[in-house]
């Protein structure tokens, strides 16, 4: 009763934010396609990396509501597929939503914008292994730091939660991504990150037995056969990891409100666990290179 | 023994040598064409903050040191761009442009008036310094106001960003529009031709963006009355995985 009280006392001091939290507006809708060479799509080292190229496609729509003159949410839903040419176990749509909450301390030109966000996303693959839901929450700040340069550092939370305990992971990312304007139309971008957590490599069982008999070690209980690829068997491996990823990308404005990107994406992996014998930390350790050329379209 | 003065390390003997030469000053002015610099008010006796390509004052070619005041004609070629600041009001010019900041009649009771002969402008105005802005088919009456135009011979396209304006065809006196907005809240078109009272018409919000509305607000010390910028003509940009 004395919560009912309260809350009611409130209503009418809550009522002009809930009127303004009602004026939202739609953002404008974005769809992407993208083509995408991966060099080693198992995450894996030596003759375990694969390589594949990725026809993406993903569309979201959203809507901002004013909070406050200073704060703000954005709530976005997005849909979307990628499609692997050869190993198409991969090969996943999904869905989810994101909402942010922001806050801009005014309008001045290099006011940073502070955010916090969660979001959660359904994914379902050809095979079904992977299938589950991956979600992500976090705080980002954007800076301009000049006129031509722009600067986002975001620190995250990744979790899955595949059908196989495997793919069930967490890993914490923290990055740094500078912008830098050439003029009106043309961007360079940068970025680094550094992830430390759970990920998956999958590598062949029987190409080199030593090998296997070592990732087993190391990673057991946290094994399954592989369903996403049929070439032959491989094992997806559930290890402790930190990995490094650099991009470099250069993104071309047309007009108002379409833009393409091209991107290289490069990432090195290493064991944060105790290798077991017969296995040695190179074992474990990977690198990919993703060249990636998107379109992407507002309207 | 070495006499005192003369330096033994060639290193420190290529230092000064670029240090007197203004090595660093000029390194650092091209830092700041290439990596850009954080805008705030110019200080007295400067006009503008950045010029690129062809551009000209009273066609005199312009550099950073070229001062502009009332009465001056600036002109962009088609590689140009200009962002400048005259007494409380900032501009930024783009290519293939021509304008001319008037020196308003007296007793007008106007503070500032603009001519946009052809081009692109965006501009923001003090508060309480009412402007008129004669674009090749209109005329603007604005007071502390950040608008966006675009004239030719056919038509402007005009952008109350903040602020209230009131547009009238040259053509066609019945032809005019109040535009009382807050957020580039109802962008038009002002046509040459057309049938009378109709030659002004809805337009979408188009080539100019809010971090460019804060960068030259900041030139005078401003700031613009929105906190968020809207992405609606920013570049899209990929989702990060």
Known sequence: MRVLAAAA???PAAAPGIANALDFDFTAARVEAS??????????????ALRDTILG???????????????RAIVQGFVGGEKFHKYDGLSHNFFGAQADFQFRSSGEFGAATYSVFARTQAEYFKSDLRDGYRHAYGVTVLKPLTDRVTFLGALQQNLSDGRSEVFDNHNTALRGNFDWSLNNWNTVYASAEY?????VSTNCRNCDVNKTLGLVNTAVPHIIQDDAFTDTIRDAYRIDANVIIATLGYNHAFGSGQSLDVSWRYATSSLAQPAVAPATKSDFAYTLNQFSLAYLVRF | MRPFGVLDDPRRRILIQALAAGFFSSAGTAAAQLFGRSPGALPAGQSIYRVSGNVTVNSQSATLKTLIKPGDTVETAPNGEIIFAVAQEAYLLRGGSRMVIEQPPERSGLVNALRLVTGKVLSVFGKGRPTRILTATSTIGIR???????????????????????????????SKDTVVSTHHDRPLYILAKGKEGGRIRRAPFINHTDQELMLIESLVGRTPPFVFPMQDYNAPRREYP
């Open chain 2, 144 to 174: 502390g106001t950040g608008v966006y135009a675009e004239t030719d011979p056919e038509q402007t396209y005009f952008c109350t960003c903040y602020g209230v304006a009131e547009v009238t065809s040259n053509t066609d006196p019945t």
């Open chain 1, 35 to 48: 083509l995408t060479a991966d060099d080693n799509v198992t995450r894996a080292g030596g003759s375990d």
């Open chain 1, 9 to 11: 006392a409130l209503l």
């Open chain 1, 195 to 199: 992830r430390k957590g759970n990920f």
């Open chain 1, 57 to 71: 496609v993903r569309a979201s729509k959203g809507l901002t509501l004013p909070v406050s003159q200073r704060t």
